[in-house]
Every structure is written in structure tokens, then in C-alpha cells.
């Protein structure tokens, strides 16, 4: 085949995938909070092992996670998917192989607080909100992989579990995440 024709059929495979990745993450949000899961007993630093070893970090790329971590009763499957987006998140945009991911939790009386903070490109104040929005990216799409729903499912989730999640960034200074998920599921 022609160098240009060879070109085009490497367009139209990336333009699949994507339309892939965006299905499945489109149906990933349309479940989200309307799945049921089961109340597991587990301990979140094994959780988050698990998690970190599936997504593969780059070699240099350095995760801390500070203990104590509880052991919690709740919705395993919910809190990964939090967990698993956040942390991917980090990693996919950051700048930089050798990056930094800290990861802690906050103890309070009715609810654990989750903190994920990088010291990536970090996100503009005026983009705070919309990166939680469906479809909503700050890269542009054509040199991207993200679909821009990752943010909207952990926003749908945590709230549907009662939780709340805000973060605190800003250009060139990194992202934090605070992720407040409750103790009791009544």
C-alpha cells in the first residue's frame, strides 16, 4: 500500500479504538451508581496494591502511600473504580515518567477521607468543575487517549455513595483530590 494509504488506515484504527473506549467508558457511566454491590470487609492498602499493580505505573514513576489506611466495610467494587481513575488519572496526564503520587486517608467520625495528590501539570481554577463534567478533557482530543468520563464516573459514584469529592490544583503545581466516603451504609 501507498505510504498515504497506510496513514489513513492508521487514522481509522485509532478512531476505533477510541469509539471503543468511549462505549465501554459511556456504559461504565451509565452503571455507575445504579450496579449493586456487596458490603466487603477489606484492607484499603491491599486494595490500593492491587490497583497500582494492574495499571503498571512507569518504572520511575514513585506512588506513597502513607499508612495508617483503615480496614473498611463498604462497596469494594465502587471504591476501586474511585481509587483506579484518580490514580490512572495521575499517571496518564502527568508530565513527566518520574512522577510523584502520595496517597493518605483521614480518619473522621462519620466518614474516612481519601487525599490523592500529584505533582503533575496540575489543572487552572477555572477548570475545577468541568473536569468532573461528562466529556470533558483539558487535552486536546486528537493527541489523547482520555474520553473524558473518568472524572464524571468517580463524581457519580462518590456521590451515590453519599460521599463528596472536590479537589485543589493549579497550573504547574499539581492536583489534590479529597474524596470523602462515609463509614455507615444504611
Not at 469509539?19 to 454491590?37: C, F, K, V, W
Not at 492498602?45 to 499508612?67: K, T
Not at 473498611?72 to 502527568?94: D, G, P, W, Y
Not at 457519580?156 to 451504609?185: A, C, D, M, N
Amino acid at each position: 500500500m501507498p505510504p498515504d494509504t497506510q496513514q489513513q488506515f492508521q487514522l481509522l484504527r485509532t478512531r476505533v479504538k477510541r469509539m471503543e473506549s468511549m462505549i465501554d467508558s459511556l456504559l461504565r457511566y451509565a452503571r455507575a451508581g445504579r450496579q449493586e454491590a456487596k458490603l466487603e470487609t477489606f484492607d484499603l492498602a491491599e486494595l490500593l496494591a492491587e490497583i497500582i499493580d494492574s495499571l503498571a505505573p512507569p518504572e520511575g514513576f514513585r506512588i506513597d502511600i502513607q499508612p495508617p489506611l483503615p480496614t473498611l466495610t463498604t462497596k469494594r467494587v465502587f471504591l476501586s473504580q474511585v481509587f483506579a481513575n484518580l490514580i490512572s488519572n495521575a499517571i496518564k496526564h502527568h508530565t513527566s515518567v518520574t512522577g510523584h503520587l502520595h496517597i493518605w486517608a483521614i480518619e473522621h467520625p462519620n466518614c474516612h477521607e481519601f487525599i490523592v495528590r500529584d505533582d503533575g501539570p496540575g489543572i487552572a481554577p477555572e477548570h475545577h468543575q468541568q473536569v468532573f463534567a461528562i466529556f470533558q478533557t483539558l487535552k486536546v482530543r486528537e493527541n489523547s487517549d482520555s474520553t473524558g468520563i473518568g472524572l464524571a464516573i468517580v463524581k457519580k459514584i462518590v456521590e451515590t455513595e453519599q460521599g463528596t469529592i472536590r479537589l485543589e490544583s493549579s497550573l504547574g503545581k499539581g492536583t489534590t483530590f479529597y474524596v470523602t466516603w462515609p463509614k455507615s451504609h444504611g
